[in-house]
Structure formats: structure tokens, C-alpha cells
Antibody, heavy 120, light 110 residues
Framework: QVQLVESGGGSVKPGGSLRLSCAAS????????MIWIRQAPGKGLEWISY????????YYADSVRGRISVSRDNAKDSLYLQINDLRADDTAVYYC?????????????WGQGTLVTVSS | QSALTQPPSASGSPGQSVTISCTGT?????????VSWYQQHPGEAPKLLIF???ERPSGVPDRFSGSKSGNTASLTVSGLQPEDEADYYC??????????FGGGTKLTVL
């Protein structure tokens, strides 16, 4: 059974940093392209980062480029998102999700999300 | 990339059909077949309903169908059921390995 479990969210002050994790199980993580998507409270979905199966290529939305970094450890079946210089508008539930196949940009498996709250 | 345009709300009675539109540009919806649709119930993660404009993942009822014409994609929900009441989001590949989502449509089953 495919499972994605995010962790690492919490309350942080503006300017702070967080590292989110996504633990994968039930599928061949090393073969899967992955994405981070966030959803601000009461708002829609926003793509923020995409990473290839090997981790050799990473892509970022313009809204977060320069402040975030995505990585993965295929030996640990884990995906990570480092967010720096956090701002109030980074407050959101952060989801990791698995692409149907490489470059399909269709996300069939999602975690339950981890909430990041940025407030002074 | 600007968000794709969806109507904020849609509604229909049980058994009816409802179509939700998703309008972009030739740089996203109109330029690629990588259009997907997601359903999200309150407090839950989104669920993939449609990918590559018209394809359904296994397990998704055939009451859900997708189409595209020009820069506008559409999701049709036929035979509305109470459990279809949810938020619906479209997404499209937007070139340069970027993705863009629509603002979401709240579907109410009357």
C-alpha cells in the first residue's frame, strides 16, 4: 500500500527555517518523480517544487525560488524540503506527492500534509 | 505563471451533470496534454481524478470525464452524487518543468 507521511511542520517566526520530510513506503521510491505542493488556509493548491527520481534535477516555482531546496535520499525512501527566510505567506499545509510517472505531472498519491505556521 | 481560471462555485442536483471549466493560455492548457483534475474533500488531501486531459486512474468512476478545447479544459461530473460535493482543482504543465493550478471550484450538490 502506497503511503506518504510528511513531518517537520510547526510554528516558526518570520525569518526562520524549517526542514520538512516525507517518508515513502509501498512503492519503488527510487523510480518515482516527486513534488511538493502547498495550500494556504482556505486557499487553493500551489506547486512549489519538483524533483526527478534520481534527484539530479530539481525545479522550483518562481514564488519560492532562492528560499527553498528540495532533496531526496533514495536509500532512506525519503524526500525533503528546506525552507529558509520564512514569511507569513508561507503559512500553509505542505503536501508531498508522487507523479504517476516521470514527467506526467499528475499526482496519484499524496501524504496527509504537514502544517507550517509562520507568525511572530 | 498565472493561475488557471476556474469558476469559484458550481452546483447541481443529484443525478444531474455539472461541467467545471479551467481556462489558461497557449503556454499551458492550450499547449500541452498534461492537464489534470483533482477532488478535495474538507480536511483531506487532493485525489487525482483525471490526467492527460481525458484519462482516469484506476478506481475513479467513469462519471468523471475530462476534455479540452483550445485553452480551456473541462471536467464533467455526470450522475451527481452527494459525495461529489467537494473542491475541484485543475492543473496544467506550463513548460520549463513548471506546473500551474487553477484557483479551485467548490461543487455543491443541492
Amino acid at each position: 500500500q502506497v503511503q506518504l507521511v510528511e513531518s517537520g511542520g510547526g510554528s516558526v517566526k518570520p525569518g526562520g527555517s524549517l526542514r520538512l520530510s516525507c517518508a515513502a513506503s509501498g512503492f519503488r521510491f527510487r523510480d518515482s518523480f516527486m513534488i511538493w505542493i502547498r495550500q494556504a488556509p482556505g486557499k487553493g493548491l500551489e506547486w512549489i517544487s519538483y524533483i526527478t527520481n534520481s534527484g539530479s534535477a530539481t525545479y522550483y516555482a518562481d514564488s519560492v525560488r532562492g528560499r527553498i531546496s528540495v532533496s531526496r535520499d533514495n536509500a532512506k525512501d525519503s524526500l525533503y524540503l528546506q525552507i529558509n527566510d520564512l514569511r507569513a505567506d508561507d503559512t500553509a499545509v505542505y503536501y508531498c506527492a508522487r507523479d504517476l510517472r516521470g514527467w506526467a505531472f499528475a499526482f496519484e498519491s499524496w501524504g496527509q500534509g504537514t502544517l507550517v505556521t509562520v507568525s511572530s | 505563471q498565472s493561475a488557471l481560471t476556474q469558476p469559484p462555485s458550481a452546483s447541481g442536483s443529484p443525478g444531474q451533470s455539472v461541467t467545471i471549466s479551467c481556462t489558461g493560455t497557449s503556454s499551458d492548457v492550450g499547449g500541452y496534454r498534461y492537464v489534470s483534475w483533482y477532488q478535495q474533500h474538507p480536511g483531506e488531501a487532493p485525489k487525482l481524478l483525471i490526467f492527460e486531459v481525458t484519462e482516469r486512474p484506476s478506481g475513479v468512476p467513469d462519471r468523471f470525464s475530462g476534455s479540452k478545447s483550445g485553452n480551456t479544459a473541462s471536467l464533467t461530473v455526470s450522475g451527481l452524487q452527494p459525495e461529489d460535493e467537494a473542491d475541484y482543482y485543475c492543473s496544467s504543465y506550463a513548460g520549463s518543468n513548471h506546473l500551474v493550478f487553477g484557483g479551485g471550484t467548490k461543487l455543491t450538490v443541492l
